[in-house]
């Protein structure tokens, strides 16, 4: 059973930075993880994906260049490290394992993960 634990979110302000962690409480086997977000209203949206091995990474074009993910397979655990906040970011932020843990290619689709976490809140104030 995968179960998904989040953490870190909180209430800045624009141009601050917050980490999230994301840790797999059943040490299951490896597989790509994504951090998603959503807002209400609104479809999930994909912000950062990274593969079992942490080499390959892909981000949406709206927070490239300030969010990093990263992952540490010794602790079964995958990070969003989001710099340069802006109201924009608000959104309750998702951390997901892929379905299938074998493609070698990573995903942008809420579809092709199974498991989630409960969510963390972050709001950026301007």
């Known amino acids: 059973q995968v179960q998904l634990l989040e953490s870190g979110g909180g209430l800045v302000q624009a141009g601050d930075s917050l980490r999230l962690s994301c840790a797999d409480s059943?040490?299951?086997?490896?597989?790509?993880m994504g951090w998603f977000r959503q807002t209400p209203g609104k479809e999930r949206e994909f912000v950062a994906v990274?593969?079992?091995?942490?080499?390959?990474?892909t981000y949406a074009d709206s927070v490239k260049d300030r969010f990093i993910i990263s992952r540490d397979n010794g602790k079964n655990a995958a990070y969003l490290q989001m710099n340069g906040l802006n109201p924009e970011d608000t959104a309750v932020y998702y951390c997901?394992?892929?379905?299938?843990?074998?493609?070698?290619?990573?995903?942008?689709?809420?579809?092709?993960?199974?498991?989630w976490g409960q969510g963390t809140q972050v709001t950026v104030s301007s």
């Open positions: 997901a394992r892929r379905t299938v843990c074998t493609r070698t290619w990573l995903s942008k689709e809420a579809s092709d993960y199974s498991y």
């Open positions: 059943k040490r299951n086997p490896r597989c790509d």
């Open positions: 990274i593969n079992v091995g942490g080499q390959v990474k």
